[in-house]
């Protein structure tokens, strides 16, 4: 197995003199060199053949032992000196200090075809920043991780990504649901890829400690390496930079809303300065159209983590990404001016997303009203999401009367849909017919450039609870059943036609299909 390794992150920036592998504070640096645990026993589970391409990887490469052991911690290959980064966060709005990677070890870095990837491994091991944690990862969730960022990525949403998938061998006790009822579960580690995982926390740490020299350092290798089109680092290209990085979010969010993506715990640490979806612990997708859900069980009392708050939050936390720069800036007339641009963008861009969503090129003044009425319609009654913005798209102009028949399978509970709301539905229809009538496009145009943006195969919770069911009992095959499915999320793919359907009733309460805790 040949790769082209690098190590820039090691190299540039200040190390972590300390080289015991002990819980403690890390001061004035950004990272701790820390060695994979072994595993007793790995078995690699699943390959993600997009991402061998990206690393300049075989399918004969994944297939060898070499490949086995450097991906699940065993060995350590030749010139690279794995760590773990130091970070602090923002967790649900509370400053929670130093947290770092906990569960997660930086192995190198490839350069392939002008791309540059960091390889890291989740459920390694612990290290300094484990706190009170084995550093360990279970099959549930790693398995959740592996299908849900190729997916994402599929979707054309900016992510992080998975290369592999395997078991430790190991067991790893786990309590689900933080009510005290732990048990042992197979132990996994997936392989993540992206070209960082620096997050806003990483900033935030050192801004905290007022380690002005290693925040420095940090931003500026940053632009310097993944913004070097901005130019030398300078006061006025950190603020260029802290653009750049508000928009990118901005636009990462407006796709989690497209398709009803909820990261679940969007905490400043769970922020990718590239704007690219990051750590998928308790995510979920909506299934009826709901804006107050979040997936996530540590949330559920104040639930300021849900889908309709997700804009919301996500200015939140470059509010205190423009804090912790503002020692490098010491103005704060242009921080608050980008993030002033965000509040005006984002409202621009989430009607023009759901213009596309609906199927309009041109802008009108009343399609704001008309998206207004429909996101409280697909509220009156349990309507998914997904079945029904895919079905919208083969309404024809001239017959809005057939509308309400269109959208009958999206509705989970039909007999809901009373007189009143079935009123209410043929009247949007007649309006929206209406404007369907200003636009120059056929229909059959307007269906493929919504079927464009409105997906048709999600990663449903209960799918991916199918498949950690099934690999529990030792079955592998819905893994890459699921893999191959989402890898083109807007075709029809009649053969798998059972995977567009609404989440199946069992699956309402079901841990793993409706609520999640950070550990899942």
Known sequence: MKLNIKNSFIEKLPADPVLDNNRRQVKEACFSYVTPKKTSKPTLLHVSDDMLENLGLSKADSASIDFLNVLTGNRVMENTKPYAMCYGGHQFGNWAGQLGDGRAINLFEVAHNHKQWVVQLKGAGATPYSRTADGLAVLRSSIREYLC?????????????????????????????????????KGAVVSRISPSFIRFGSFEIFASRQ????????????????????????????ITFFNEVVQRTLSMIIDWQRVGFVHGVMNTDNMSILGLTIDYGPYGWLEGFEEGWTPNTTDIQHKRYRYGNQPNIGLWNLYQLANALYPL???????????YTYRTDFELGSIQMMRNKIGLKTEKQQDKSLIKNLESLLQLTETDMTIFFRNLGSLQKDKPNEGLELINDAFYTPTEVTETIKQQWQDWFQHYAIRLQMETVPDSERKKAMNAVNPKYVLRNYMAQLAIDDANNGDYALIDELYQLLKHPYSEQPEKEKWFAKRPEWARHKVGCSMLSCSS
Request: glycine share 6%.
């Open 211 to 238: 380690d002005t020299k290693t925040l420095k350092s940090l931003v500026d290798y940053t632009i310097n390496q993944h913004f070097s089109h901005l130019g030398t680092p300078s006061k006025a290209v950190y």
């Open 329 to 339: 800036v010491e103005e704060v007339e242009p921080l608050e001016a980008a993030l």
């Open 149 to 185: 960022s190729e997916a994402m990525h599929h979707l054309g949403i900016p992510t992080t990504r998975a290369l592999s998938l395997a078991l430790t061998g190991d067991e790893v006790m786990r309590d689900v649901l933080y009510n005290g009822n732990a048990e042992y579960e």
